[in-house]
């Protein structure tokens, strides 16, 4: 089975600070995702990555960046956190190429920004 | 932008019953993917229909779709307390891979 794997469930960081969320996949998977998900909007898709070291913008970008050095670890970076990053975060990966592939997610990191 | 628009929002219902979710969407798709979460974790992939089928079953999960009216359902059978979730639509849109959510239904299953 495939393994998609958040370094933390759960984490409280302060307004200003810099914070690393990193996800690791264990089965070649192409394809990565990062959403953020909060009570009434569903999941909002942040970023993607097709290939290592490409990344795309998903629909809300604002105030994060992306890294992906190696193709099983994308990594979402919030440069200077804010209150209203305070939300769960899900890393999902998909196989990639040509057919219908489905999202594998992690557990999920929870964040609050004091 | 949310392509899925899930209804109802929450459904409570008794062990025994059954469970039907809705989901409409906007644009042409390749896909339609179900998702189920377990309340603070990660969502687990339950099945997927594409544009050219009408319906598939896997267990106790019955999926329709109608892309003329650009809709699918969500039917659960014989329901369980452990089928207590959040369910989500996803599509996958013609353009591209990638994978657009709705909000989700709550259900709740009563033992």
Known sequence: ?114 | SQQGEEDPQALSIQEGENATMNCSYKTSINNLQWYRQNSGRGLVHLILIRSNEREKHSGRLRVTLDTSKKSSSLLITASRAADTASYFCATEETSGSRLTFGEGTQLTVNP
């Open chain 1, 1 to 114: 089975d495939v393994k998609v794997t958040q370094s933390s469930r759960y984490l409280v960081k302060r307004t200003g600070e810099k914070v690393f969320l990193e996800c690791v996949q264990d089965m070649d998977h192409e394809n990565m995702f990062w959403y953020r998900q909060d009570p009434g909007l569903g999941l909002r898709l942040i970023y993607f990555s097709y290939d290592v070291k490409m990344k795309e913008k998903g629909d809300i970008p604002e105030g994060y960046s992306v890294s992906r050095e190696k193709k099983e670890r994308f990594s979402l970076i919030l440069e200077s956190a804010s209150t209203n990053q305070t939300s769960m975060y899900l890393c999902a990966s998909q196989l990639g190429g040509s057919g219908a592939n489905v999202l594998t997610f992690g557990a999920g990191s929870r964040l609050t920004v004091l």
